[in-house]
């Protein structure tokens, strides 16, 4: 993940799109205007919502996030003009940018992303945000995004339920003190665990190798950090309870 440049339980999402078109005499016929992205419903403690838009051209479309409680936050997006997208996170203390995403994130949003859609994943306090979705070479194109969004944290030593349901996986926040810990993740169902360490801008994602279809992760050598961890269901229709566990 490319990061900043610069430096659930309830969260709320709006979007605006902004097209200024200006002319005395008469011309061709007027470019559409760009519908904004339907509102992103709020979720529950792993809070999640999708909104569709459109990327006008040179220009971003701009989505208003709101989080009233400290959170871990992961934003894809994918091009439905087979675009390469962007996004950019801005806010009180925080500039992301992210281009081509992370590797292996197939099961984390409900939608799958390409080798060219972005994604970010972050720890944010309570405030206001901005998403901006754009283009990488100033095209035109339809998008779909989605927000996760969670306020449970995991420490080392300690477990965490989660009930699972298509679109809207289990998110957490895990704080780790020592280079070395294990997540894992417990269910009847068969469940994929990935998790975002931004020290060392690196992505961890895991399938079976927990046993049971269960996954697991091991970190070596991480600093000190808040990670973003995603416990989700393997299939598109998942539903059911999962633990999360961290070693």
């Not at 799109?17 to 992205?37: D, E, H, N």
């Not at 439905?80 to 994130?105: A, M």
Request: glycine share 12%; aromatic share 4%; proline share 8%.
């Amino acid at each position: 993940m490319r990061s900043a440049r610069r430096g659930t339980a309830a969260a709320a999402v709006g979007a605006a799109v902004a097209v200024g078109l200006a002319g005395c005499t008469p011309g061709p016929p007027p470019v559409p205007v760009p519908s904004p992205a339907a509102p992103i419903a709020p979720g529950g403690s792993a809070g999640s919502g999708d909104a569709d838009g459109v990327v006008p051209a040179n220009g971003t479309s701009p989505v208003d996030l709101v989080l009233e409680e400290r959170a871990a936050v992961v934003i894809g997006a994918t091009s439905t003009d087979e675009e390469d997208l962007t996004l950019r996170l801005v806010g009180e203390g925080v500039d992301l940018e992210n281009d081509d995403g992370q590797t292996d994130t197939r099961r984390v949003f409900d939608f799958e992303q390409g080798l060219r859609d972005p994604m970010l994943a972050v720890v944010l306090e309570a405030g206001e945000y901005t998403i901006e979705v754009g283009e990488w070479s100033g095209d035109r194109s339809g998008y779909r995004l989605q927000v996760l969004t969670g306020t449970t944290t995991v420490s080392p030593g300690t477990t965490a339920s989660f009930g699972l349901q298509p679109g809207a996986p289990g998110v957490a926040i895990v704080p780790i003190e020592r280079g070395d810990a294990v997540l894992a993740g417990e269910s009847d169902i068969d469940t994929v665990l990935w998790a975002y360490a931004p020290e060392s801008d690196t992505a961890y994602s895991d399938d079976d190798s927990g046993g049971d279809r269960n996954p697991r992760i091991e970190l070596l050598g991480e600093e000190p950090q808040e990670l973003v961890v995603v416990l989700a269901g393997y299939a598109d229709d998942a539903r059911g309870a999962a633990s999360l566990i961290v070693e």
